[in-house]
């Protein structure tokens, strides 16, 4: 209850820095971009560095917990020890007015949400796998440094007409041994483990893959794999990123799949 109060109370209260506020005497707010569950990300340019950065700045119902503290400090050091051009580049933080931030290279693109549900783009198959394909890649380089993203998502991949970049790591954790409390985790998002990241992933082709289905009001409501007008191959290999069958238990087995047939 107390928590559910604390979230109503911080969207009625916490209001986005206005457009040209400049913060910390060094950067000046030129668009607002959005909120997650950590902070609000805001187009900033940097009078020092003269150039536009990403600024994220934590939210008021994250900066009164110990948790929601640590957490951004987490993401910080996440994001800072990245060095790989599939995601934004981590510049520096501070605190403005009692608020923690910290700045990264900002990706000039468009995510999947906005590219789908807003321009109205449609992905073939082939097209699905590819992108499926290259997010792989930058999975498969977290995992090998021991990171789990945790919200492979449509707004959190973007595309910058050549390539794709995966951003947000505020649910991001290392991995560490299984223990009890991992396992009484039911939703697999939240798992600390590879196949939340690839659970992940069978809803990003999802998401993919119906950019290209046309829905009937008139029609029963029907599973994926019955509206979906895809290939065997593909729905094998869907049904394992979601655990309907066994899942995967490593990127090189999917990349392998995707390569069989595409």
Not at 48 to 69: A, D, E, W
Request: aromatic residues 14%.
């Amino acid at each position: 209850m107390l928590r559910k109060f604390t979230l109503f109370f911080s969207k009625m209260m916490e209001k986005p820095l206005p457009i040209d506020e400049v913060i910390a005497d060094r950067y000046r707010v030129v668009e607002y971009l959005g909120s997650g569950s950590y902070g609000h990300s805001y187009l900033v340019f940097d009078f020092l560095s003269k150039q536009n950065k990403v600024l994220k700045s934590l939210r008021y119902h994250k900066r009164i917990t110990q948790s929601g503290r640590k957490g951004f400090e987490l993401e910080k050091e996440l994001l800072g020890s990245i060095n790989h051009p599939g995601f934004p580049r981590y510049f520096e933080d501070g605190t403005f007015k009692n608020i923690p931030y910290y700045t990264m290279e900002y990706i000039n693109g468009k995510n999947f949400e906005q590219l789908i549900f807003h321009e109205g783009k449609k992905f073939t198959e082939t097209e699905a796998f590819k992108f499926a394909d290259e997010l792989l890649q930058y999975i498969e380089f977290l995992h090998s440094h021991n990171i789990i993203h945790r919200d492979i998502r449509i707004p959190n991949v973007i595309f910058d007409g050549t390539r794709i970049r995966l951003i947000d790591l505020g649910l991001g954790r290392y991995l560490k041994p299984r223990d009890g409390d991992l396992q009484k985790i039911e939703d697999v998002r939240k798992q600390i483990n590879y196949q939340a990241d690839f659970y992940g992933l069978g809803h990003f082709l999802l998401f993919l893959l119906y950019s290209n289905f046309t829905f009937q009001d008139d029609r029963k409501e029907r599973s994926w794999e019955e509206e979906l007008d895809i290939t065997v191959e593909a729905k094998q290999i869907i049904r394992r990123l979601l655990q309907i069958e066994s899942a995967y238990d490593q990127c090189a087995q999917i990349r392998a799949d995707i390569k069989n047939f595409t």
